[in-house]
């Protein structure tokens, strides 16, 4: 792995994949995606809820563009990251309204 001081939206190679924050990035394994909701731009920062909603339309819009049909999440923003679970659950529900995507909530 290289480490480069600049910008990397900027500096990275053209042909590089990004996801920008508000984004979802993803990897195949198997025969699952896996996804990463990129909420905010620094990891020290906590996701406002509208950068979380946006991110959440974005997973909606790519799990509907590789056909998912089930969704299997932790309790999103809930941690670290400080977002109160009645808000997650009502963005979620918004969010994914009127989709035939199938979405479970797991926590310990």
């Known amino acids: 792995m ?57 997973l909606r819009n790519l799990c509907e563009k590789l056909n998912v049909q089930g969704l299997s999440v932790p309790r999103l923003g809930t941690g670290l990251d400080c977002l109160k679970l009645e808000f997650v659950k009502d963005a979620i529900n918004r969010v994914f309204t009127g989709c035939n995507i199938r979405i479970t909530m797991y926590y310990l």
């Open 2 to 58: 290289n480490e480069i001081q600049g910008d990397l939206f900027d500096n990275s190679d053209k042909n590089d994949a990004l996801a920008h924050f508000g984004q979802v990035a993803y990897l195949l394994r198997g025969n699952r995606y896996i996804f990463y909701l990129i909420t905010k731009s620094n990891v020290n920062d906590k996701p406002t809820e509208e950068d979380f909603e946006k991110s959440l339309i974005d």
